[in-house]
């Protein structure tokens, strides 16, 4: 187990024990030594899952979920549908009790708290404003339900609303309202009472896309202004790395990989995680070659270099192993002029170009790799000669690019 | 074009006829009550208002309405609670036995209305309550609650479980949840099956005729027997109030919740 800064997690990522300590907010958690008891994170984290197990009759909703969150920080758990990941939020959040494990918010296990008298702010998926109040109506809702001051509410209520920008907007029912207004309705009721934790629920998968990243830098700032720890809960890998501090990868009712976005995207801790993240490429074969710095695959018949992924253990010679390549990384030319510096050069012939506008994608066929057809990314398409179908290409890419996981 | 045209034909005649046939009754006793002769005829002879300022005059006829009047009054408080508690754990909560409820509660559209009326009246003249008006209050309420209910659960059936989740987020405990959110979601539900409940009580007419007795019958079976001796305009007039009645009922319900709310329930 690997304690670093607050963050301590059982299936830990190289991404995690990279965590520069000076990125850590707020309190006296910087670098944990070894040795120091559990008990303590889990008191300083705001909120700390310890080996959380969610079974739906013969489903494994979530196993042996832990990880802590220190306070102020902003986490996403990402994965795909069935994941885990809002089953993960609903326990947090009261409305489903763990079949094992413990969560802990503020320092204090919540097992037996009810999700009315969880100091927790909510925004749904989709929504759940009050249909018969207006904005100010749902808004104010919390602050009565949680006794405030009658005279106070009218105040609290119009400052998040004019945090939300929608000073003004109080008396308009909520079907008077759009979709972004009623999201940012949203976000207003489950801020104003000021809570420990904030919990999103994919509240922003209904939009499009244009409003989708708008609402995004709009949460961001938001955390920010007033920050509250908050976990959001997203499909969207994009979203994940814009708006958070950490990321929790989940699939199949387990965290993958918990480390900031970076180091998420950078060094994943598996192959599931490249292949979530990202546009990547797979390159299967045997382990033909190891060294402490260097893995070597048998693709095809060809030597391919590489670095030793994520995983705890690094494939052993002969075992099937797969490389991990970012479309991004690896780099397109006429001829391999020029790529002498490059771990890996191979020869291709592309298949499909597809104009994105900001870059152009490229499907190249590989004979000398078994015929595999990698996608490249040309992002500057401008100094560069632009290739179409069945034109001959040369490829090359860092061996410290590729990682190696073991199948 | 023809084809289209002559389509249009059959349809308009099917809705004249439809229509014709629907208002036919409620137009001959309208255009009857305001005769000016001593016989109910149509087309009247005559215009006048002195059939309905007889039946101001006729404290029989006034009586009985009152009566009817409380009659729904008592079906009416009945079935809110019992059907709104009802329609929302039908529509939100898997009950148990919840099909086997639901089958049931078609029941009182299945069986006769002469049999349940018989029914209750054994029932009622057993427990000693025969002749007493508040029982009959209970019968309709019994008789017409599926109403009630479906109503309900029509409203309640579009309320997403994660607004009570959200209300219990916002730190609102059980009860509040209810008050609050549920209640209010469903309320148009509720609106719109009371109403209904109320005039179906108001016209009650088989199971009132069995449950009440002679000198405390309501207006239905007030207006029934009279016709029985002479015929005269002032039941016309009567109906026509009673119609207006129904009528008033259905655009407060209109206006209140609107009349697509019962025309989506089940």
């Given at each position: ?407 | ?27 001959v006793v309208l255009g009857a009550s305001f005769t000016a002769g001593n016989m109910i005829t149509f087309p009247p002879e005559g215009l006048s ?218």
């Amino acid at each position: 187990m690997t304690q670093f800064a607050g963050i301590s997690i059982d299936k830990i990522g190289r991404g995690a024990a990279e965590v520069p300590t000076e990125s850590v907010q707020g309190n006296s958690m910087s670098a944990a030594p070894a040795g120091v008891p559990q008990q303590e994170t889990a008191a300083a984290a705001a909120v700390s899952v310890k080996r959380v197990s969610k079974v739906f009759g013969d489903v494994h909703a979530v196993r042996e979920a832990s990880f802590d969150l220190p306070k102020g920080r902003f986490l996403t758990i990402l994965g795909p549908s069935g994941s885990g990941k809002t089953t993960l939020l609903r326990m947090i959040a009261g409305f489903d009790a763990p079949t094992a494990g413990d969560i802990y918010i503020g320092g204090q296990p919540v097992k037996a708290v009810p999700p009315h008298k969880r100091a927790i702010g909510m925004v749904f998926q989709k929504l759940a404003l009050f249909p018969h109040m207006t904005a100010a109506e749902n808004v104010a809702f919390p602050l009565k339900m949680r006794r405030h001051d009658a005279r106070t509410i009218p105040q609290k209520v119009e400052r998040y609303l004019e945090l939300v920008r929608l000073g003004g907007y109080g008396k308009r029912r909520i079907n008077e309202l759009s979709g972004g207004q009623q999201q940012r309705v949203a976000i207003a009721r489950a801020l104003v009472f000021e809570p420990d934790l904030l919990l999103l629920d994919e509240p922003l998968a209904a939009l499009d896309r244009k409003l989708r990243e708008e609402m995004q830098l709009e949460f961001r700032r938001i955390q920010k202004e007033l920050g509250v720890t908050t976990i959001n809960v997203t499909h969207d890998q994009r979203e994940a790395l814009v708006v958070s501090d950490e990321i929790v990868v989940m699939d199949g009712g387990e965290i993958q990989q918990m480390a900031q976005p970076v180091h998420t995207y950078r060094t994943p801790a598996n192959a599931f995680v490249a292949n979530f993240i990202g546009v990547t490429n797979f390159l299967e074969g045997p382990v033909v070659e190891t060294s402490d710095e260097a893995i070597v695959l048998s693709v095809g018949g060809m030597r391919v270099n590489g670095a030793a992924g994520g995983t705890a253990r690094v494939p052993s010679q002969g075992e099937l192993a797969a490389g991990a390549l970012r479309a991004e990384q690896i780099r397109i030319a006429p001829t391999v002029q020029g790529f002498s510096g490059l771990g890996n050069v191979v020869n291709g012939e592309v298949r499909d170009a597809i104009f994105e506008g900001e870059r152009i994608v490229y499907e190249v066929g590989v004979p000398e790799l078994g015929g595999a057809v990698l996608r490249v990314f040309d992002h500057d398409a401008e100094s560069h000669q632009q290739f179409g179908p069945g034109d001959s290409v040369a490829l090359g890419w860092n061996a410290k690019d590729m990682y190696i996981f073991k199948k | 074009m023809t084809g289209s045209l002559s389509k249009s034909i059959v349809i308009w005649t099917f809705v004249a006829a439809s229509l014709v046939m629907l208002s036919a009754p409620t137009i001959v006793v309208l255009g009857a009550s305001f005769t000016a002769g001593n016989m109910i005829t149509f087309p009247p002879e005559g215009l006048s208002l002195k059939w309905y300022a007889a039946i101001s005059q006729a404290s029989g006829l006034r009586q009985a309405f009152f009566r009817s009047l409380y009659v729904a009054t008592i079906c009416t408080l009945i079935a809110i609670p019992v059907g709104t508690l009802a329609g929302i754990a039908l529509a939100k909560y898997r009950v148990r036995f919840g099909r086997t409820i639901q089958v049931y509660l078609l029941l009182p559209f299945t069986i006769p209305l002469i049999g349940s009326g018989i029914g209750m009246m054994l029932a009622f003249g057993n427990a000693g309550l025969a002749g007493q008006l508040w029982p009959l209050g209970v019968a309709c309420a019994v008789i017409n609650l599926p109403f009630m209910i479906w109503a309900v659960t029509a409203s309640a059936s579009n309320l997403s479980p994660d607004l009570e989740l959200a209300a219990a987020n916002c730190g609102a405990p059980p009860l509040q949840r209810f008050l609050y959110i549920t209640l209010p979601a469903v309320m148009p539900g509720v609106i719109t099956g009371s109403l209904l409940m109320f005039i179906l009580a108001l016209n009650e007419f088989l199971v009132s005729l069995l449950l009440v007795d002679a000198r405390n019958v309501t207006l239905p079976v007030q207006i029934y027997n009279s016709i029985r001796s002479i015929i005269t305009p002032d039941l016309a007039a009567i109906s026509v109030v009673f119609i207006a009645c129904a009528a008033i009922a259905i655009a407060v319900l209109d206006r209140l919740v609107g009349l697509d709310v019962f025309l989506k329930s089940k």
